[in-house]
T-cell receptor, first 113, second 113 residues
Framework: ETGVTQTPRHLVMGMTNKKSLKCEQHLGHNAMYWYKQSAKKPLELMFVYNFKEQTENNSVPSRFSPECPNSSHLFLHLHTLQPEDSALYLC????????????FGEGSRLTVL | GQNIDQPTEMTATEGAIVQINCTYQTSGFNGLFWYQQHAGEAPTFLSYNVLDGLEEKGRFSSFLSRSKGYSYLLLKELQMKDSASYLCAVRDQYGGATNKLIFGTGTLLAVQP
């Protein structure tokens, strides 16, 4: 098993659809993150969870709804998205320590038509 | 405000040395990270600096000057596989197991034969 696994890798949806992105980490970390990566823009932090509790919501529109049932799983529920939401959505996890670096999944490429 | 600047693109020759610069202005500072991201893949951790000076790790080295808000990533003996995007990120705060990383737009490095 790779460290952080995201599914689906690619998703195409209409603006009225409801879909979900899934992330699972096999590293025993306590914190999980959602980042958005758009072309020629910096990675944007969306949400942070620590021990299943949300600790950061970076002014994300309510059409994105995160869910963290346990420290190993993280979901991003998508509803009535806009074409400008098309991007690569990256999940990451981390553990406290001297470095505490993030471990990323390969991302879910989302296209909103 | 939060701002991290790095060049958009760089080109270098196989076997050569390249230096990728990063300047930052952030409200807080608790460490600077460099990540490598190949096209279509997850960002992977390269280096971490929290104190001034040079950290060396094989062919890769990273330097930090906190007073100048400046870092660079040095890649020696370039190989074709080093062609990737290099992301500079500042940790704004460190609370337990969670990290709030602020990313630059990334520097796309092309290594030519």
């Amino acid at each position: 098993e790779t460290g952080v696994t995201q599914t689906p890798r690619h998703l195409v949806m209409g603006m009225t659809n409801k879909k979900s992105l899934k992330c699972e980490q096999h590293l025993g970390h306590n914190a999980m993150y959602w980042y958005k990566q758009s072309a020629k823009k910096p990675l944007e932090l969306m949400f942070v969870y620590n021990f299943k509790e949300q600790t950061e919501n970076n002014s994300v529109p309510s059409r994105f709804s995160p869910e963290c049932p346990n420290s190993s799983h993280l979901f991003l529920h998508l509803h009535t998205l806009q074409p400008e939401d098309s991007a690569l959505y990256l999940c990451a996890s981390s553990q406290g320590g001297s470095t505490g670096e993030l471990f990323f999944g390969e991302g879910s490429r989302l296209t909103v038509l | 405000g939060q701002n991290i600047d790095q060049p958009t693109e760089m080109t270098a020759t196989e076997g050569a040395i390249v230096q990728i610069n990063c300047t930052y202005q952030t409200s807080g500072f608790n460490g600077l990270f460099w990540y490598q991201q190949h096209a279509g893949e997850a960002p992977t951790f390269l280096s971490y600096n929290v104190l001034d000076g040079l950290e060396e790790k094989g062919r890769f080295s990273s330097f930090l000057s906190r007073s100048k808000g400046y870092s660079y990533l040095l890649l020696k003996e370039l190989q074709m596989k080093d062609s990737a995007s290099y992301l500079c990120a500042v940790r704004d705060q460190y609370g337990g197991a969670t990290n709030k990383l602020i990313f630059g737009t990334g520097t796309l490095l092309a290594v030519q034969p």
